[in-house]
């Protein structure tokens, strides 16, 4: 087999996106959504590897701006719209473009590598490790209370167009995004994820909804959500999906919680992709009727150790050396010091003895502070080379609040 990773043309688009929807099952997306890619879709960062002039493999990354611990914005690559054919794999294409595509990131002067993986197992290989998580939550709203806090009888709740309020609620996010690592600052056509709504993805429910929370004639949250109408023998067992809930504040929070709790001929509200230290569950009585489940939503990889770990702040003093091995970017590999506290850090290259040794992918999984370096160590995954350097380092990576991804990519 002779293949060949060569810059995506733009003439090339309708073809190379084709072949993506073949690698992941052949369903073609609806041409609201595929205009949507078409859009965010960034040419000069996308690839194709070709065998004899046809397309077997497709990998892009979208430049974002990520939140991390001290509340700093650090350029990132989001990896994304990887695929191999089914003709081609196991025969090295996905790791030729791993390769490649790190090398560009690291030229780019990006030094964090970010994506969503649809197969968690396939990106550990290649130093990527999960480092948030994310909540789903399916409340009984029959059995349980509304949310209430003093005050919420002052904000006013609108109904709107979800598409006339994409400007508000995108000032809402806008302030949020440094206040917890993880989220994603915007980027042009960005704001339009949130809103598409094609009838062929509803699986039975409603349109999409948006409602604002306003105090004082300011736009101070907003939920987007819609209905899935149910009925039994009972009667109507409907349920509220929310797409998305954010508020800059806890009364205008639990005003839209309690008006999604309380939509008529419904008898839950369901909620994925949630922080796992979601205030919700302090704003309810029984914890069991929410029926809640967590899994691993972004996954990290440093590019540059040294720029990465300076990028960020600590939750108390480290001065400590880390003997890091990564395979596919052989720059990072050795040992480096990193000296830091809650006002900056510095990460420069040494010679001192280690004292933890890990890979990059541990350090991945650690970076944002929703995985600690005493939990992966408890694995086997990092090793003390000096007694007590464990406990000193790993809660200066910690994070409050949690590391949240907001949407994936």
Same mark, same amino acid.
């Given at each position: 087999?002779?293949?060949?990773?060569?810059?995506?043309?733009?003439?090339?688009?309708?073809?190379?996106?084709?072949?993506?929807?073949?690698?992941?099952?052949?369903?073609?997306?609806?041409? $609201?959504?595929?205009?949507?890619?078409?859009?965010?879709?960034?040419?000069?960062?996308?690839?194709?590897? =070709?065998?004899?002039?046809? /397309?077997?493999?497709?990998?892009?990354?979208? #430049?974002?701006?990520?939140?991390?611990?001290?509340?700093?914005?650090?350029?990132?690559?989001?990896?994304?719209? /990887?695929?191999?054919?089914?003709?081609?794999?196991?025969?090295?294409?996905?790791?030729?473009?791993?390769?490649?595509?790190?090398?560009? /990131?690291?030229? =780019?002067?990006? @030094?964090?590598?970010? *994506?969503?993986?649809?197969?968690?197992?396939?990106?550990?290989?290649?130093?990527?490790?999960? @480092?948030?998580?994310?909540?789903?939550?399916?409340?009984?709203?029959?059995?349980?209370?509304?949310?209430?806090?003093?005050?919420?009888?002052?904000?006013?709740?609108?109904?709107?167009?979800?598409?006339?309020?994409?400007?508000?609620?995108?000032?809402?996010?806008?302030?949020?995004?440094?206040?917890?690592?993880?989220?994603? @600052?915007?980027?042009?056509?960005?704001?339009?994820?949130?809103?598409?709504?094609?009838?062929?993805?509803?699986?039975?429910?409603?349109?999409?909804?948006?409602?604002?929370?306003?105090?004082?004639?300011?736009?101070?949250?907003?939920?987007?959500?819609?209905?899935?109408?149910?009925?039994?023998?009972?009667?109507?067992?409907?349920?509220?999906?929310?797409?998305?809930?954010?508020?800059?504040?806890?009364?205008?929070?639990?005003?839209?919680?309690?008006? *999604?709790?309380?939509?008529?001929?419904?008898?839950?509200?369901?909620?994925?992709?949630?922080?796992?230290?979601?205030?919700?569950?302090?704003?309810?009585?029984?914890?069991?009727?929410?029926?809640?489940?967590?899994?691993?939503?972004?996954?990290?990889?440093?590019?540059?150790?040294?720029?990465?770990?300076?990028?960020?702040?600590?939750?108390?003093?480290?001065?400590?050396?880390?003997?890091?091995?990564?395979?596919?970017?052989?720059?990072?590999?050795?040992?480096?010091?990193?000296?830091?506290? $809650?006002?900056?850090?510095?990460?420069?290259?040494?010679?001192?003895? @280690?004292?933890?040794?890990?890979?990059?992918?541990?350090?991945?999984?650690?970076?944002?502070?929703?995985?600690?370096? #005493?939990?992966?160590?408890?694995?086997?995954?990092?090793?003390?080379?000096?007694?007590?350097?464990?406990?000193?380092?790993?809660?200066?990576?910690? #994070?409050?609040?949690?590391?949240?991804?907001?949407?994936?990519?």
């Amino acid at each position: 087999m002779t293949t060949e990773l060569q810059p995506l043309r733009d003439a090339d688009w309708d073809a190379w996106y084709d072949k993506l929807d073949v690698a992941f099952g052949g369903v073609p997306e609806g041409p $609201e959504r595929r205009a949507w890619w078409r859009a965010v879709t960034e040419v000069e960062r996308a690839f194709a590897v =070709r065998d004899g002039g046809e /397309i077997v493999g497709t990998g892009g990354s979208f #430049s974002f701006g990520l939140t991390v611990p001290g509340g700093a914005e650090l350029p990132v690559a989001g990896v994304t719209l /990887i695929s191999v054919q089914p003709t081609h794999r196991r025969r090295g294409v996905l790791r030729s473009m791993m390769r490649h595509q790190l090398t560009d /990131i690291h030229a =780019r002067g990006e @030094a964090l590598a970010v *994506l969503t993986a649809t197969e968690p197992a396939i990106y550990g290989r290649f130093g990527y490790g999960p @480092a948030t998580q994310e909540m789903r939550m399916t409340v009984d709203t029959v059995r349980l209370a509304a949310p209430d806090l003093p005050g919420v009888a002052d904000v006013r709740l609108r109904l709107v167009d979800p598409a006339a309020a994409v400007a508000a609620c995108e000032r809402v996010y806008a302030q949020l995004v440094p206040t917890r690592p993880g989220m994603l @600052a915007r980027r042009p056509h960005w704001e339009r994820l949130p809103v598409l709504d094609p009838e062929s993805e509803r699986n039975g429910a409603g349109q999409l909804q948006c409602v604002l929370a306003e105090v004082d004639g300011e736009v101070r949250g907003y939920a987007r959500y819609a209905v899935k109408p149910d009925w039994d023998h009972t009667g109507p067992r409907g349920a509220v999906l929310v797409r998305h809930l954010d508020a800059l504040d806890p009364v205008a929070y639990a005003a839209l919680w309690r008006y *999604l709790f309380g939509i008529d001929l419904t008898a839950s509200v369901v909620a994925r992709g949630r922080p796992v230290d979601d205030p919700l569950l302090h704003l309810v009585a029984d914890h069991r009727r929410c029926d809640l489940g967590v899994r691993e939503a972004l996954f990290v990889r440093p590019v540059d150790v040294g720029a990465a770990l300076a990028a960020r702040t600590y939750r108390r003093p480290v001065d400590v050396v880390l003997e890091v091995a990564d395979d596919l970017c052989p720059w990072n590999a050795g040992r480096w010091r990193l000296s830091g506290d $809650e006002q900056g850090a510095v990460c420069e290259r040494t010679t001192d003895p @280690a004292e933890l040794t890990l890979s990059v992918r541990e350090l991945g999984s650690a970076y944002l502070g929703g995985f600690t370096l #005493s939990a992966l160590a408890g694995a086997g995954r990092v090793r003390e080379l000096r007694p007590g350097a464990l406990a000193a380092v790993s809660p200066a990576f910690g #994070s409050d609040p949690a590391p949240w991804l907001p949407h994936a990519f």
